[in-house]
């Protein structure tokens, strides 16, 4: 008997974990509530209009750092062979941080992905690595930031094949540029306010 409530109470647990693996799906895969659309173009050469574009995940909120006014001067790594300008303070810590939304703005480009500026505060500690991007707003206003170098973006470019999902990392791209957006209607029988209200 005790034997049999063990094998039900395991059959149970794991058909939980089944579903609730097969429910959740990663964050890539979810359609956001707005759709942006543009253009993107790489620094090897290829343009794609795209749609569902958002900045590691997010269409608003996205933290940039405001890039320093003075920095230190530019040095070639020989071992990496990237050009390398170091922060003598942690971003994180000691930097103003903007919150971009994708609404806000005409475009965005990357000015030299190789190059590569780090904060690390000494040898053997953790560096790390940021890009820097010029955000273009709706009011032309060009402002440079610094971006964790790890971020991408994420978008489907359109095919006449159907949609390909995209994953840029951002020292492949040389502009996004933002020409529209539009509110999902995520369900036929139900009406969702627009997050966001076209100005």
Not at 90 to 106: C, G, R, Y
């Amino acid at each position: 008997m005790i034997y049999a409530l063990v094998l039900i109470g395991s059959l149970l647990q794991i058909n939980a974990i089944y579903c609730t693996s097969m429910t959740n799906t990663s964050a890539d895969d979810v359609k956001q509530a707005v759709n942006f659309s543009g253009k993107l173009v790489t620094h090897q050469g290829q343009e794609y209009i795209v749609d569902n574009i958002s900045i590691n995940g997010k269409y608003k909120q996205i933290p940039m750092y405001d890039k320093p006014a003075h920095n230190s001067k530019p040095i070639l790594n020989e071992d990496s062979k990237q050009t390398e300008i170091k922060l003598e303070n942690n971003p994180a810590d000691d930097f103003t941080k903007t919150k971009i939304d994708l609404s806000e703005i005409n475009e965005i480009s990357v000015p030299s992905p190789e190059t590569v500026w780090f904060y690390q505060k000494k040898e053997r500690h953790q560096k790390l690595e940021f890009t820097e991007v010029v955000v273009t707003t709706k009011s032309n206003t060009k402002t440079s930031y610094l971006v964790d170098r790890k971020t991408r973006i994420n978008c489907d470019s359109i095919d006449s094949a159907g949609p390909q999902e995209k994953q840029v990392p951002l020292s492949a791209v040389k502009t996004l540029a933002i020409e529209g957006f539009a509110c999902r209607t995520m369900n036929k029988n139900t009406t969702t306010t627009c997050p966001i209200e076209k100005k």
